[in-house]
């Protein structure tokens, strides 16, 4: 499993843009093979601040992911909406235990 965690600044005029764009990626996201979970959040501490949490099967899932065209469209606008980079990391996970 894979877990993927972005995090990112937007410029605070483009704050409902992203948010309402994201809402969509999310509701598209989910209806894909491999999701496991796609959440995005926002830090109640820095209102311009953003959160995707994502659980995938495996890497091909999320290739296959960064692949649609709603992705794509979402990442080249989401970069010009932004204040500096984003910090993506993605973590291999190779066991999980629920307690």
Not at 2 to 21: A, D, G, H, S
Request: proline fraction near 3%; glycine fraction near 2%.
């Amino acid at each position: 499993m894979l877990i993927i965690t972005v995090q990112f600044t937007v410029k605070p005029e483009n704050r409902k843009k992203i948010i309402n764009m994201s809402r969509i990626l999310v509701e598209q996201t989910l209806r894909e093979e491999g999701c496991i979970a796609y959440s995005f959040f926002e830090d109640h501490y820095n209102p311009n601040k953003f959160m995707f949490f994502e659980r995938w099967k495996n890497r091909e899932a999320v290739n296959i992911h960064f692949e649609k065209p709603y992705v794509k469209t979402y990442s080249d606008v989401y970069s010009s909406l932004r204040e500096g980079k984003a910090k993506l990391e993605i973590h291999e996970i190779k066991q999980t235990n629920t307690v």
